[in-house]
């Protein structure tokens, strides 16, 4: 199956500061990639589509100038949470449709934030 | 927004085959069911997917009723490394993403 990357795995960082996560399809080019998040013991919500080229799409309730996303290239998407508070520290994956059929997607291993 | 029932946790003795059932009562004609599992920490792994067949493949079988209102995954050896929440998803099979439910915390007891 493909490989999908985040970096970093992890982070800790203070509050009012931003965060850069990175996902990176390692197999194939793509278009569209997704991001989500996680509380402990929730169920994965997605935030936003990620489109190269043009602006993401985000979902109802989810902060646009809050988590900026940036689909640099057919194999990168970035999601940057600005000024970081500790409500959302959470779990962020990120995931990547292997093509047109949209048939399966591949998910990262994911990014847990930690704001202090 | 989730179309997906599931009990939120289940026990399989190791060995055994665990059979987790999944409602999707609202399911359109389109709409497939996919199944994902979740290990703790990490992100969702693909299982199977069908739309009105029953399905199989190296990791699991999906069971679809006839009027596809429900489904079942069936692991037929359910393992230690087979503990992990199990997500059963309906969508279109373009263009769509994919939304979570709440899942069934599966837990394969020695």
């Known amino acids: 199956g493909a490989v999908v990357s985040q970096h970093p795995s992890w982070v800790i960082c203070k509050s009012g500061t931003s965060v850069k996560i990175e996902c990176r399809s390692l197999?194939?080019?793509?278009?569209?990639m997704f991001w989500y998040r996680q509380f402990p013991k929730q169920s994965l919500m997605l935030m936003a589509t990620s489109n190269e080229g043009s602006k993401a799409t985000y979902e109802q309730g989810v902060e646009k100038d809050k988590f900026l996303i940036n689909h640099a290239s057919l194999t990168l998407s970035t999601l940057t949470v600005t000024s970081a508070h500790p409500e959302d520290s959470s779990f962020y994956i990120c995931?990547?449709?292997?093509?047109?059929?949209?048939?399966?997607?591949?998910f990262g291993p994911g990014t847990r934030l930690t704001v202090l | 927004d989730a179309k997906t029932t599931q009990p939120p946790s289940m026990d399989c003795a190791e060995g055994r085959a665990a059979n987790l059932p999944c409602n999707h009562s609202?399911?359109?004609?389109?709409?497939?069911v996919y199944w994902y599992r979740q290990i703790h920490s990490q992100g969702p792994q693909y299982i199977i997917h069908?739309?009105?067949n029953n399905e199989t493949n190296e990791m699991a079988s999906l069971i679809i009723t006839e009027d596809r209102k429900s489904s079942t995954l069936i692991l037929p050896h359910a393992t230690l490394r087979d503990t992990a929440v199990y997500y059963c998803i309906v969508r279109p099979n373009t263009g769509n993403q994919f939304y979570f439910g709440t899942g069934t915390s599966l837990t394969v007891i020695p």
């Open positions: 609202t399911i359109s004609g389109n709409e497939y």
């Open positions: 197999d194939f080019q793509a278009t569209t």
């Open positions: 069908g739309l009105k």
């Open positions: 995931s990547v449709p292997p093509g047109l059929a949209y048939n399966e997607q591949f």
